[in-house]
């Protein structure tokens, strides 16, 4: 049995689903997966999904504090 990828039912309550905003958006990889995972915690696997959210802020914080030193640099 193939799952529905075309549309899970965990972002089905949204006008507009993460991926559409995201791609249309141009949004950045690490962000995109942050908007990603909060927005479906809470339908899909709560605090599970946070943590994974968190793994990809922790890295855009490194990314920009190491983007922002080399500016200075």
């Given at each position: 049995?193939?799952?529905?990828?075309?549309?899970?039912?965990?972002?089905?309550?949204?006008?507009?689903?993460?991926?559409?905003?995201i791609?249309?958006?141009?949004?950045?990889?690490?962000?995109?997966?942050?908007?990603?995972?909060?927005?479906?915690?809470?339908?899909?696997?709560?605090?599970?999904?946070?943590?994974?959210?968190?793994?990809?802020?922790?890295?855009?914080?490194?990314?920009?504090?190491?983007?922002?030193?080399?500016?200075?640099?």
């Amino acid at each position: 049995m193939i799952k529905n990828t075309e549309q899970p039912s965990y972002y089905s309550r949204f006008p507009i689903q993460p991926i559409d905003f995201i791609s249309a958006n141009k949004i950045d990889f690490l962000v995109g997966n942050v908007i990603k995972y909060v927005c479906r915690y809470d339908a899909k696997n709560g605090v599970e999904d946070l943590k994974k959210a968190k793994v990809y802020l922790e890295k855009l914080i490194e990314r920009t504090e190491q983007e922002a030193k080399e500016w200075t640099a």
